[in-house]
Nanobody
């Protein structure tokens, strides 16, 4: 049974930063890519970023390029999302997921609220 547990969400001011973490258990973490997605209030799920299993490639949706950085530590079974220069439109429930083109498992999500 694969489990993904996100943490690090909270309240940030516009222009501020947060770092999300997602720790995986139950399967070989380093054998698969990982993805972050988000769902803003009243909106559908939006893909945010992905990273390949060996971190050789990273991908971002246009709206977060230059502000967010995805990384992973396979020794710690953890993927991160460093979010800088936060905007109100980044407010959402953030999920991590196992896989890139094919999502196998989802975490429960961590709330990020950007507000002054």
């Amino acid at each position: 049974q694969v489990q993904l547990v996100e943490s690090g969400g909270g309240l940030a001011q516009p222009g501020g930063s947060l770092r999300l973490s997602c720790t995986a258990s139950g399967a070989t973490f380093s054998s698969d890519g990982m993805t972050w997605a988000r769902q803003a209030p009243g909106k559908g799920l939006e893909w945010v970023s992905s990273i390949t299993k060996d971190a050789s490639n990273t991908y971002y949706t246009e709206s977060v390029k230059g502000r967010f950085t995805i990384s992973r530590d396979n020794a710690k079974n953890t993927v991160y999302l460093q979010m800088n220069s936060l905007k109100s439109e980044d407010t959402a429930l953030y999920f991590c997921a196992r896989g890139i083109a094919y999502i196998q498992y989802w975490g429960q999500g961590t709330q990020v609220t950007v507000s002054s």
